[in-house]
């Protein structure tokens, strides 16, 4: 059964950071592209970042790019998102997915991620 659980989200001042985390079982950790997704109220769920499951390569919303940044840890089975410099239009709940390899992978593209993690909420005050 796959599981991922998302941590690390809260209440920050605009300008602040936090780091979230998403612990990933009952998967090849290794095998999967890792994503970042957000969805705020009343709007459609929001690519944030990637991070591919061979070569280390990442993709970033240009919302995020140059202030968050994502990585993962194959030991510990976990994907990171640190985020600096947040604003409040960053609030939302955040979600981590995992996305199988497939010939036509779209990172960025919720329909094509198979499991999903719960959320954490991560709420930006100004």
């Known amino acids: 059964q796959v599981q991922l659980v998302e941590s690390g989200g809260g209440l920050v001042q605009a300008g602040g950071s936090l780091r979230l985390s998403c612990a990933a079982s009952?998967?090849?950790?290794?095998?999967?592209?890792m994503g970042w997704f957000r969805q705020a109220p009343g709007k459609e769920r929001e690519f944030v970042c990637a991070y591919g499951w061979t070569g280390g390569r990442t993709l970033y919303g240009d919302s995020v790019r140059g202030r968050f940044t994502i990585s993962r840890d194959a030991a510990n089975n976990t994907v990171y998102l640190q985020m600096n410099g947040l604003k409040p239009e960053d609030t939302a709940v955040y979600y981590c997915?995992?996305?199988?390899?497939?010939?036509?992978?779209?990172?960025?593209?919720?329909?094509?991620?198979?499991?999903w993690g719960q959320g954490t909420q991560v709420t930006v005050s100004s």
């Open positions: 009952g998967l090849t950790f290794s095998s999967y592209t």
């Open positions: 997915g995992a996305q199988r390899p497939r010939s036509s992978s779209r990172w960025s593209v919720t329909a094509d991620y198979d499991y």
